[in-house]
């Protein structure tokens, strides 16, 4: 039972490039959500998806787009990186709708140049 | 949006003391969570609390839900040098499985 996985765990983008992150888990949640880290701001909401085919805009979603094809996985895509949006990303899920208990995977670092 | 207000921002300590830190918000809170990161990791729950007044220990540690449900509190009792990290105090206001985090004490031991 790995829990929550990322990949890739680090990133170097330039201005303008495209990349998508993807988040796996293995624990039958139907939440997951997609978080940002800057140092002093805690962690922000981008998306987050309560099943699959299913996706909402969190708090700071400009600039990136998700999806939920499978239950288990949620990818984050950045279409035309900006260097606003180097940051430590977080993928997280939680069982379901009553369940606040969220649980992370161990983040991916991507800077854009 | 909504913020939590998570004080103090780091802390010093010398192993064996106790660690006090809060959250406060302007918003009633219906869930609170801790979660304490460390370095090159992804937060890990440490405890969770849904009902006001509510005191909820994990080991060495524990927490409260404050009774006007604007704020919680974490204590940390006899620290050890493995309780460096950053401490994140989360809460939901809604049924949508939401939360919302504090910016995150940052607490250093020294043994």
């Known amino acids: 039972n790995a829990g929550v996985t990322q990949t890739p765990k680090f990133r170097v983008l330039k201005t303008g490039q495209s990349m998508t992150l993807l988040c796996a888990q293995d624990?039958?949640?139907?939440?997951m959500y997609w978080y940002r880290q800057d140092p002093g701001m805690g962690l922000r909401l981008i998306h987050y998806?309560?099943?699959?085919?299913?996706?909402a805009k969190g708090e700071v979603p400009d600039g990136y787009n998700v999806s939920r094809l499978k239950k288990q996985n949620f990818l984050l895509g950045l279409e035309s990186a900006a260097p606003s949006q180097t940051s430590v990303y977080f993928c997280a899920s939680s069982l379901h709708q009553g369940s606040y208990e969220q649980y992370f995977g161990p983040g991916t670092r991507l800077t854009v140049t | 949006g909504q913020q939590l207000n998570q004080s103090p921002q780091s802390m010093f300590i010398q192993e064996g003391e106790d660690v006090s830190m809060n959250c406060t918000s302007s918003s009633i809170f219906n869930t609170w969570l801790w979660y304490k990161q460390d370095p090159g990791e992804g937060p890990v729950l440490l405890i969770a609390?849904?009902?006001?007044?509510e005191l909820t220990s994990n080991g060495r540690l524990t927490a409260q839900f404050g009774i006007t449900r604007k704020d919680s509190f974490l204590n940390i009792s006899a620290s050890i040098p493995s309780d460096v990290g950053i401490y994140f105090c989360a809460g939901s206001t809604s049924n949508t499985g939401k939360l919302i985090f504090g910016q995150g004490t940052t607490l250093q031991v020294k043994p």
């Open positions: 624990m039958n949640h139907e939440y």
């Open positions: 998806s309560v099943g699959e085919g299913t996706t």
């Open positions: 609390l849904y009902k006001a007044g």
